[in-house]
């Protein structure tokens, strides 16, 4: 579960789990409405995930409010898009295994 703005998963993608990795300042600075539009997303993906791996497996997608916003087997080079696309508000980035 990736729950990192765009720019921050860039620095840090191999930083696969958030809460492992965040010190409390980090919980701080972040603005609680987005967390929840990104808690929300996750739930999105998961309560789907059987559906979205019929056509996305193996790959990481990435989800905002319930919508499909671009996909890829590389997270580098969906990040790179997403950035390009200006698509940095909260975004649920998961990789779908198949």
């Known amino acids: 579960m990736l729950?990192?703005?765009i720019d921050y998963i860039q620095n840090n993608y191999k930083k696969w789990k958030l809460y492992l990795n965040m010190n409390p300042q980090m919980f701080m600075d972040f603005d609680?409405?987005?967390?929840r539009e990104l808690k929300d997303s996750?739930?999105?993906i998961y309560s789907n995930y059987e559906v979205i791996k019929k056509n996305y497996k193996n790959q990481f997608i990435?989800?905002?409010d319930e919508q499909h916003l671009?996909?890829?087997n590389d997270l580098e080079?969906?990040?790179?898009?997403?950035k390009q696309n200006n698509l940095n508000g909260p975004i649920a980035i998961e990789y779908i295994y198949g």
């Open 62 to 64: 990435a989800i905002s």
């Open 3 to 5: 729950l990192w703005t």
């Open 70 to 72: 671009d996909s890829d």
């Open 32 to 35: 609680l409405d987005k967390l």
């Open 77 to 82: 080079r969906l990040l790179q898009r997403l």
């Open 42 to 44: 996750y739930k999105w």
